[in-house]
């Protein structure tokens, strides 16, 4: 296992803002070298999940129903709901008050996964950098050469999540003093 001193995050990339009146939505979208299925498995079930999410999952996200979520270095248990689950395709289920979309995408180097996520807009560019972490953690997690879970407020003292975050928040035109956009 890479340590994670060992890890870098790349630049900021692949994120945008969707603003629908007072909704605000972070949208990620990331290509893994692994098919759809491998990608489907790590976002749903809870073993997977325990190596890269934010998240503990209480049961498989691959079915439509009732599920806890657990904030992984917080007090924050949320009672979700999988209100969409179409393997290896589509998942939606909402936590912490936003709603989440993933949409898996079969291209030809593998996997595109693109997550929708409803956010505060106060904390746009945190949950790209977050987002982006989590994602990375994914990848070396899928290649084989994990690092281990990187979430929470330890991750918000790691530079290279301060980095992110500051690089988001320019990419997104986001005054971060005032928590929106310029």
Request: charged residues 25%; proline residues 7%.
């Amino acid at each position: 296992m890479t340590s994670h001193a060992q890890y870098t995050p790349g630049a900021a990339s692949g994120a945008r803002v969707e603003k629908d009146g007072e909704t605000w939505t972070l949208v990620l979208t990331r290509d893994f070298r692994h098919p759809p299925a491998k990608v489907w498995e790590a976002i749903t079930d809870p073993a997977h999940l325990s190596q890269w999410a934010p998240f503990d999952a209480d049961r498989n996200l691959a079915e439509e129903g009732p599920v806890t979520l657990s904030t992984v270095g917080a007090p924050q248990i949320s009672d979700s709901t999988v209100k969409r689950a179409e393997p290896p395709k589509l998942l939606e289920y909402d936590w912490g008050g936003g709603n989440l979309r993933w949409e898996l995408e079969p291209v030809k180097s593998g996997t595109r996964l693109t997550l929708w996520h409803n956010i505060d807009r106060r904390f746009i560019s945190w949950g790209a950098a977050g987002w982006h972490i989590c994602f990375d953690v994914l990848d070396r997690a899928l290649s084989g050469d994990p690092i281990g879970r990187m979430v929470g407020p330890d991750t918000m003292k790691f530079e290279g999540w301060q980095r992110l975050t500051q690089e988001y928040a320019k990419q997104f035109s986001l005054d971060e003093s005032k928590g929106s956009a310029s």
